[in-house]
T-cell receptor, first 107, second 112 residues
Framework: KNEVEQSPQNLTAQEGEFITINCSYSVGISALHWLQQHPGGGIVSLFMLSSGKKKHGRLIATINIQEKHSSLHITASHPRDSAVYICAVRFGNDMRFGAGTRLTVKP | DADVTQTPRNRITKTGKRIMLECSQTKGHDRMYWYRQDPGLGLRLIYYSFDVKDINKGEISDGYSVSRQAQAKFSLSLESAIPNQTALYFC???????????FGPGTRLTVL
């Protein structure tokens, strides 16, 4: 069983819709990361958080440590948000990654 | 210029060949990482280094070795490549251990 589970695996939305991607993990962690992988393959770090909530532009990330769950929200989605979103957790000197959520936003 | 570069970007090789993937960074970070990505499995940590004298195995180090030649350079070697090492390989760096990471563009390796 993977320590990090993401849902959904694939998500298609219309431009302007509110998007939620979920991440659940089964181990005690020191931090959780959200990454974005562009269609060309490049990976960019979006957020790192260990509690509460962070916001950057139209992206919001939340984490509930007690429930071992995090969500990534995208408000007013746009076709340029189409990418694979990856959740990763740090525990000790190790990182474990979810398989990713492929988001397609249609105009 | 990109802060984290990887060479080569694409490589096709044959079973049994020795392969070296190179990573260079201009961010001045001490921490460097090598990951592989397989479809449906996500990224997995191969090796990481917290400074030039510190090398550590990750989740899937078997069949791989690394060399930290300088703060800015971290190389990954496959001593004898096998087909199940066909994957996309990423190098990354961070200022603090497993903190926000900056990824290279990836190397697509195919072992025939």
């Amino acid at each position: 069983k993977n320590e990090v589970e993401q849902s959904p695996q694939n998500l298609t939305a219309q431009e302007g819709e509110f998007i939620t991607i979920n991440c659940s993990y089964s181990v005690g962690i020191s931090a959780l990361h959200w990454l974005q992988q562009h269609p060309g393959g490049g990976i960019v770090s979006l957020f790192m958080l260990s509690s509460g909530k962070k916001k950057h532009g139209r992206l919001i990330a939340t984490i509930n440590i007690q429930e071992k769950h995090s969500s990534l929200h995208i408000t007013a989605s746009h076709p340029r948000d189409s990418a694979v979103y990856i959740c990763a957790v740090r525990f000790g000197n190790d990182m474990r990654f979810g398989a990713g959520t492929r988001l397609t936003v249609k105009p | 210029d990109a802060d984290v570069t990887q060479t080569p970007r694409n490589r096709i090789t044959k079973t049994g060949k020795r392969i070296m993937l190179e990573c260079s960074q201009t961010k001045g970070h001490d921490r460097m990482y090598w990951y592989r990505q397989d479809p449906g499995l996500g990224l997995r940590l191969i090796y990481y280094s917290f400074d030039v004298k510190d090398i550590n195995k990750g989740e899937i180090s078997d069949g791989y070795s690394v060399s930290r030649q300088a703060q800015a350079k971290f190389s990954l070697s496959l001593e004898s490549a096998i087909p199940n090492q066909t994957a996309l390989y990423f190098c990354a760096t961070s200022d603090l251990s497993f903190d926000e990471q900056f990824f290279g563009p990836g190397t697509r390796l195919t072992v025939l």
